[in-house]
């Protein structure tokens, strides 16, 4: 009897949407005739590489996106583009490949889902290096501007979820027949969902009557959330707010100590956003893309508070064009664009347009591909060297990488050489232990 196929998605913590992706498309799955005959599970790659920042990215991302931004926009900038991405995983991979061996080794995948840009170089590096035999797709969890990371020749196919990052993915050098547009891997639950407002603020137990506003910034919860509530309480206090602060537990309890009405409600992180989306007549969000992609999957009107990292820019723009919704700088602007969506005359315009904007079956579209793609063989592979390829790297790099080559080459041939004069020495002694054995049997007899 064959075993049953497995499929390994590939995530990391930093922030809410790479994980919300893996679950939405494992929830499509099961949904899709043969889905429940496959066995799956998700890793954090990024920290099983082991190394240093890596192996503490989630920490350090909700530090940087809540109070070092500058310095990740930095970090954005300086290592976006092919030939930095490849050479910083090149040697990245040369210190984690035992760690991400060991992990694939551990689940034995047919099939490598990668919802997160950081791992795709480790993976197709670690297939090729120790053959395995697994096929690879990476799934983009970003809309519009995407880091150089996403775009890796060596999955077999990559997904888009806009056809502007289809574009995007085409000019950071993805062979054409690599990339296909098939939406965002929104969660099912919130395609499935047709509660009316009425009713879902019933099932939460809210005030059925109040125009409903929902605040949310992530799975960090980040941004200017705090000043934003106070704001928006003080410019229309009849309005209920719904905020949810996420992971961040600091936000929470300093907006709780506030002594806000009880129609301002304060959650922490919540697994029912699509019922907390189905009670609000409009979301005010960053511009995740998570979190943007379900508001328009529900059809409600979404105002952008700001973009937090360089890969969210583009979200701002796309929601925008299209008449989604409105970004707002600073907080005087989000109050007065939560006050126009008010207006029933623009609130029902801007629902219309929703209708059809985005596909809502990304996830189903994706599940079946990826079962499409699990039923063909992995791809024949030239096995690739375990060391960094020199040659690819850039000539101040290479000088310190030959050296270590050499030192690594000087080590290997002493160690050779002292085990050959070992071998020798060894047969040496024992050729003269038999010869003085024979003379010894010659001379007495
Ligand atoms: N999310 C959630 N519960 C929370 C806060 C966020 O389930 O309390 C989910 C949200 O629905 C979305 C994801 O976390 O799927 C956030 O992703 P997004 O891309 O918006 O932002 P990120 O956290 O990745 O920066």
Sequence with gaps: MSRRKRILFAISDTGGGH?????????????????????????????????????????LYDQLSTRWLPLFNLFFQLTNGRRRVDTIAQIAYLTAQRNIKRTLDEFKPDMVVSVHPIANRFIGHARATYHMPFRFMTVVTDLVSLHASWGDPDADLCI???HEGAQVL???????????????????????????????RQILALDRQRFTVLLTAGGVGSGRLRELVIALNAAYPEVQLLVITGRNATLRNELQRLNLPSHVRIYGFVDNMEQLMASSDVVVTKAGPGTLMEALVMRRPV??????????????????????????????????????????????????????AVPRDGAHRIANIIIEQLHMTPPTLVRRSRL???????????????????????????????????????STFQFRHRLRRKNRKSNSN
């Design 160 to 162: 888009a979820p806009t």
């Design 303 to 356: 105002v952008i508070t700001e973009a937090v990292g360089v890969q969210e820019t583009g979200n701002i723009t796309f929601v925008v064009e299209r008449g989604l919704g409105a970004h707002s700088r600073n907080i005087r602007d989000i109050v007065q664009s939560v006050g126009n969506l008010m207006d029933p005359e623009l609130h029902a315009t801007t629902v219309e347009r929703l209708q059809g």
């Design 19 to 59: 994980r919300s992706g893996a679950q939405a498309l494992h929830a499509a799955l099961l949904q899709h005739p043969q889905g429940r005959d496959i066995d799956y599970d998700t890793i954090d790659l990024i920290t099983a590489t082991g190394l240093p920042l890596l192996r503490n990215a989630p920490n």
């Design 388 to 426: 960094v390829n020199i040659a690819e790297l850039p000539r101040w790099m290479r000088r310190r990488e030959y050296a270590d080559e050499n030192r690594r080459r000087l080590r290997l041939f002493s160690l050779s050489l002292l085990d050959n004069l070992r071998q020798q020495s060894g």
């Design 170 to 200: 085409l000019n950071q050098g993805m062979p054409a027949d690599k990339v296909l547009f098939a939406g965002f891997p929104v969660h099912p639950k919130f395609t499935a969902c047709n509660l009316t407002p009425d009713m879902a």
